[in-house]
Structures are given as structure tokens and as C-alpha cells.
């Protein structure tokens, strides 16, 4: 394993293959690029906080990131994905110790044409106590785009808090419409509304 | 000036509108009324080329035949369409929409000038001029919604405005904000408002040249304001065919 330590505000952090990053302090990302076939692992340490925040683009992308939180932690994750062309992307944390928040929002817009393998996963082991657990999926499809979206959440233990949910539609034609009336042709209509969406997180993320 | 022409809507292969034909010059307001489900709002998207209605017939605007163009085109040829229920667009602010409409239609705005514009009408509008910066429609109630798409057709300056039933969810008083704020438009620019409304209070505001009726798939009867009393009064009955 490549191990890593980080804190403070890192602009940008690149996850390759095999790499093990352990997120000390108050730890803020702002951008992140998954090199493809990379399996790595990021450990939230204990009393620490993690808050990222970016929109990523992903093509021909199969990568699996496994995250793991310890004591009294702190993680926000807010992803939004562009995606293109084949890709499968697994994500998937696991909250080991105690007094422990995480919350995952996804948003994933499936660009025209394109087949992607979205699975976002939460694991709360019996032994564990007094964790929160959040994890919301949304996915938009263009047209003839696929996306696979799998929301896993396993709870083994009765001191926890969690909650997940998953949506995925197409564009809407009701809002395609709307923005056309205002006088914006079709395509650029269907950009705002993908670029929206996406944006939508940054807004909920504000509320917090 | 628009001119419906023998006009057939269906939807979903169900007729809603037969050989209609209206005429709506520039400066004109036109009021729609009719029960409930007898294709006005429908008539309204047709006009703005929804692609859930199938129709035939002609509809010239400005002597152009504007019938079958894609939507955004309609717009930009100076006809707003404002929708019973306006939806919410997240992650995009009433500014950010405009101006990007703006350009679309070829407009070039000073940055500066658009600003003072848009606090401008939000005071006109009695609405606070954070509505400016704030998602589209997101987050407010009926009456706010409608607010601010008469804000948005301000901002894009409409020759031709199609306003269906704007009044509901208005209270009293927004309702007279937005019925004063039609006219003085309308005053500045000549344009023509066809709308849809059985508010009686909205219809002595808008004092119409022409009030008719659909029901049943036609138009049934054409008049002044006087018609509207009578149906205030009256109600439909007289026009089930």
C-alpha cells in the first residue's frame, strides 16, 4: 500500500491504485481525480474531519474506493459525477469506531450515451455505538444513457442512526419546456438542467 | 399580431380543440374562459409548440407561421408563456436563467444596467430584490412563484403575453400588483396579453377588448367585458353544446 497522510486544505488529491490515505484534523478536499482501475483506501483517523466537495468527471472509470471512519469523526462527502462513456465506480465506507457522523450525497448525471456502475455502500458493524449514517442518491439520465445505482446499507448494531435513498430519472420534459419558453434552445436547456442538478447539492450543503 | 387558424388540438389522440380561429392584434387583451377541461390551458402550450399536443391548422405571429417551430423560437419571437403552476428549477438563480435567455434571444445587457433593472421591477413587484439571486421559483409559495415569472417576463420583454390563470394563489392584494404591473407593460409597449382567468375582480383591472368562451371543443361565443359579467353571474350552462 502507498500510505498517505493528510490535513489541512488539499486542493487537489489524486487516488491511485493501492493507496492508503489517512485523513488527520480538520481536512478539507476540494477536488479529487480517481485514476482508473484503482482500488485504494481512505481512514477517517480519530477526531477527525473530513469534508469534501467537488464534481468529478469520470470516462471509462472502474475504481473502487473503500473509506473507513474511526472515533468521534466527522465526514461529508458530497459528489457530483459527470459520467461518459463505461464506467464502474464503487464506493463504499465503512464506519469502524464510535460517536461518528457520515454523510454521502451523490449526484450523477449519465452524459448521452453512456453505461455507468454506481454503487455507494454503508456498513455499521455490530460492536459499534452512537454513529449517524447518511446516504442520498440521485442520478440523471440523458437520453439513451444507462446508469446501474446500487445503495447498500448494512446495519448490525441497534445504536445507530441511518438512512439512505436513491432516485433516478430522466430530464425532465415538464422543465426542458419550461426553460424553452423562456427562449433557451433545447440542448443549452438540458445543459442547465444537467449543471443544476449537480449544483443542487452545493445548495443543501449550504443549509447544513 | 397572432392569428390561430383553423385549429385542431388533440392529446393523447383525444380531441380538445376543433376548428378554432382567433385573431389578436398588438396592444389587444384577449380573456379565455370556459369550464374546467375544455382546452384552454392546452390551446395556451399549443401555441408555445408543446410537444405533447398534436395539432393542425396554422398560427401566424407577425405574419410569420410560427405552427410547428421548436418552442425556444416562439419565445424569441416576443411570445412569454406563463404556466398555471411555474415549476422549480434547482441550481439555477432567476438571474443566471435571464441573462442566459437573454443572450439567446441576441440580446446584449450591461451588467450594471440589468442589475439596477431587476431591483427596478422586484420593487414594482413588492418582492424583496434577494428574489433576484434565489433559485428559480425554489422554495416559494403560489403567489411568489407568479411574482416572479412576471418578473421574468419583464426582463424579457414580451410582444405577446399568454398568461394562464395567473390570479391563482394570489392573494388580494399581489393580485393588484400584478394586474397594475400588466397594464403599465402593457401601456410602455404595446403588447397583447391573452389570458385565462374567471377572477372577475382581475378582469375589471385588465378591462378587455374581447372576452370568449370555449366549451365542448369550440368557441362558443366572442364579446366585450360585458360577456365575462354574465358569466360571472350566469356560470357556463348556456354554452354546453
Not at chain 1, 11 to 35: G, M, P, Q, R, Y
Not at chain 2, 141 to 157: D, F, T, V, Y
Not at chain 2, 191 to 196: R, T
Given at each position: 500500500m502507498n500510505i498517505k497522510n493528510i490535513s489541512g486544505i488539499i486542493?487537489?488529491?489524486?487516488?491511485?491504485?493501492?493507496?492508503?490515505?489517512?485523513?488527520?484534523?480538520?481536512?478539507?478536499?476540494?477536488?479529487?481525480?480517481?485514476?482508473n482501475n484503482s482500488n485504494a483506501k481512505l481512514i477517517i483517523e480519530d477526531n477527525s474531519a473530513l469534508d469534501l466537495g467537488t464534481i468529478i468527471n469520470i470516462d471509462n472509470i472502474t475504481s473502487n474506493i473503500n473509506i473507513e471512519t474511526l472515533n468521534n469523526t466527522n465526514t461529508i462527502i458530497y459528489l457530483g459525477i459527470k459520467a461518459k462513456n463505461n464506467n464502474n465506480l464503487n464506493i463504499k465506507l465503512t464506519m469502524v469506531g464510535n460517536d461518528s457522523n457520515a454523510t454521502i450525497k451523490v449526484r450523477c448525471v449519465g452524459e448521452e450515451s453512456s453505461s455507468s456502475k454506481i454503487i455507494t455502500s454503508g456498513k455499521l458493524l455490530k460492536s459499534n455505538h452512537n454513529n449517524t449514517f447518511l446516504e442520498d442518491?440521485?442520478?440523471?439520465?440523458?437520453?439513451?444513457?444507462?446508469?446501474?445505482?446500487?445503495?447498500?446499507?448494512?446495519?448490525?448494531?441497534?445504536?445507530?442512526?441511518?438512512?439512505h435513498n436513491m432516485s433516478v430519472g430522466p430530464i425532465s420534459e415538464e422543465v426542458l419546456f419550461f426553460l424553452e419558453c423562456k427562449g433557451i434552445n433545447r440542448k443549452e436547456a438540458k445543459n442547465i438542467i444537467k449543471e443544476a442538478f449537480i449544483k443542487s447539492m452545493e445548495r443543501n450543503k449550504d443549509y447544513e | 399580431m397572432?392569428?390561430?387558424?383553423?385549429?385542431?388540438?388533440?392529446?393523447?389522440?383525444?380531441?380538445?380543440?376543433?376548428?378554432?380561429?382567433?385573431?389578436?392584434?398588438?396592444?389587444?387583451?384577449?380573456?379565455?374562459?370556459?369550464?374546467?377541461?375544455?382546452?384552454k390551458s392546452s390551446l395556451l402550450k399549443a401555441i408555445m409548440n408543446n410537444k405533447e399536443y398534436e395539432k393542425d391548422g396554422t398560427i401566424l405571429y407577425n405574419n410569420e407561421d410560427i405552427t410547428n417551430i421548436p418552442t425556444n423560437e416562439i419565445a424569441n419571437k416576443g411570445i412569454y408563456y406563463l404556466s398555471q403552476s411555474p415549476i422549480e428549477v434547482e441550481g439555477i438563480t432567476n438571474a443566471e436563467l435571464i441573462k442566459t435567455a437573454l443572450v439567446e434571444k441576441g440580446i446584449k445587457y450591461n451588467i450594471f444596467e440589468f442589475k439596477k433593472e431587476c431591483e427596478s421591477i422586484t420593487n414594482k413587484l413588492e418582492m424583496d430584490k434577494s428574489f433576484i439571486n434565489r433559485y428559480v421559483n425554489v422554495g416559494m409559495?403560489?403567489?411568489?412563484?407568479?411574482?416572479?415569472?412576471?418578473?421574468?417576463?419583464?426582463?424579457?420583454?414580451p410582444s405577446l403575453i399568454l398568461l394562464d390563470e395567473i390570479d391563482s394563489g394570489l392573494d388580494v392584494d399581489a393580485l393588484k400588483v400584478i394586474a397594475n404591473n400588466l397594464i403599465e407593460y402593457q401601456e410602455n409597449t404595446n403588447?397583447?396579453?391573452?389570458?385565462?382567468t374567471h377572477q372577475q375582480s382581475l378582469i375589471d383591472i385588465l378591462n378587455?377588448?374581447?372576452?370568449?368562451?370555449?366549451?365542448?371543443?369550440?368557441?362558443?361565443?366572442?364579446?366585450?367585458?360585458?360577456?365575462?359579467?354574465?358569466?360571472?353571474?350566469?356560470?357556463f350552462k348556456e354554452y354546453e353544446g
Open positions: 486542493n487537489n488529491l489524486i487516488i491511485e491504485d493501492k493507496d492508503e490515505i489517512h485523513i488527520k484534523n480538520n481536512t478539507i478536499i476540494k477536488n479529487i481525480n480517481i485514476t442518491v440521485k442520478f440523471l439520465n440523458e437520453e439513451d444513457s444507462y446508469i446501474f445505482g446500487y445503495p447498500e446499507l448494512l446495519v448490525d448494531s441497534n445504536d445507530v442512526v441511518a438512512n | 397572432l392569428e390561430i387558424k383553423n385549429l385542431n388540438i388533440k392529446v393523447h389522440g383525444k380531441e380538445l380543440l376543433n376548428n378554432f380561429n382567433l385573431t389578436i392584434k398588438d396592444g389587444e387583451t384577449h380573456v379565455l374562459m370556459g369550464p374546467n377541461g375544455t382546452g409559495s403560489g403567489g411568489e412563484r407568479k411574482k416572479n415569472e412576471i418578473l421574468h417576463m419583464n426582463l424579457l420583454k403588447a397583447s396579453i391573452l389570458i385565462i378587455p377588448d374581447y372576452v370568449h368562451v370555449i366549451s365542448n371543443k369550440l368557441l362558443r361565443k366572442s364579446g366585450d367585458i360585458s360577456l365575462a359579467k354574465e358569466i360571472s353571474k350566469n356560470g
